[in-house]
């Protein structure tokens, strides 16, 4: 009797899923956009201009080769707004939508892929958990788009303003930067026309904070009453205080920062300097869009934004970056070994010791990652050092925002900002254990011993 052969792809680990699925999705997406259909012109898009797109959109960046207002169709912007959905939300948490729908049973490798696509710890509870991100970004989405609509529909026809309010909603939430504004250079890209506007400004910075916080986050905010502790979680703790900290020293660093620049500034009256600043401010968490023009930036604010884009949004977000607990981490760290401590404690609790360890590795190879692409960009592109280090830390975040070098780039230049979208969005840690899923085992362990530091 001939024995069946197991099909290979069950011995996929689930970071493993994660990789070649968002791969699929952006080759698939990358042919799409090549397809004369998806031009203005009607001529096909190059490959790699294609590639980049359809990565940037899937791994919910923003960085953009061509304009995304002028080069695309509709049929090529909606391809867009589609990845990105597919990318924010996650393909697996798609998918469950489906299963779903058509009253199919989740298997347990399909809990374990979507554990691990919303970096949780448990598998309890997890199909429940996708119910309710996929409600929280209906209603969120729905209701920034409403705004968004009324707003535009003062400055276009009430077919564009839905449009346009559909489809900015859905990227702002799930902080992909990407806008049919302008083009990608010049002081009228963006959302640099609306400045001043205090409804676009709150509504666009609503919808990133809630993507860049992650949907475990709003879940407990909501529902924190119900329970009998009346607690919120460490982990939301963390993500809200961090994340207000950031949100305000940022704020107060750009306000000082470009007050007396004539380029971007002072032109402006107290209320629109604030509004700007605070837009600036959210911007650099993982979302793209601007309210400035950046190329006029001042070098210190430029280098500061690369610092908010490196920390990125929060874990089980839309966003990228080391994340918002991760740095808290380091911050505890730091203070722990000032006061001389030995256990790291946040809001009473001691942190368990693979929790610092998973996030000093996180940002030691995230900063290994910039550094190198780093150095390799500035041999294969003419450009300043700052313009490139603030675009590659850009796609490592899945940030978005740029400097004007992104259009400029060689093809090896935009195949590397790829990569570097790709894993920024998988995460380095997901994606090493996705090229090395086997984990060693400790058989025996060594002396203590000691090194002299500082």
Known sequence: MVKSKTFPLRHISPPQVLAL???????????????????????????????????????????????????????????IITLIQIGGLGFMTMGTLIALLSRRKISLKERLILQESLNQTSMEGIVRLIRKVLLYALVIEGAGALLLTIRFAYDMPFGQALYYGIWHAISMFNNAGFDLFGPITGPFSSFTSYVSDPLVTFVVTSLIILGGIGFIVIADVLEYRKRKSNKLSLHSKVVLSMSAALLII???????????????????DWGSKLLSSYFQSVAPRTAGPNSLDLAALRQATQFFIIILMFIGASPGSTGGGIKTTTFAILIGAMITMIRGRDNISIYRYRLAQDRIFKAITLTIIAMFLVVFVTMILTTTEDAQFLKILFEVTSAFGTVGLSLGLTPELSVLGKIIIACMMFIGRLGPVTLAYALNPNKEKELYKYPVGKITIG
Do not use: Y
Not at 252 to 259: L, Q, R, S, T
């Open 250 to 268: 940022g704020t107060i660093v750009i306000f000082i920062f470009e007050f007396s620049n004539p380029n971007t500034l002072q032109p402006l």
């Open 21 to 79: 699925g968002f791969a699929c999705i952006i080759f698939l997406g990358a042919f799409l956009l090549t397809l004369p259909i998806s031009s203005e012109d009607g001529s096909p898009t190059s490959f790699i201009d294609a590639l980049f797109t359809a990565t940037s959109a899937t791994c919910v960046t923003g960085l953009v080769t061509v304009d995304s207002g002028t080069h695309w169709t509709k049929f090529g912007e909606i391809v």
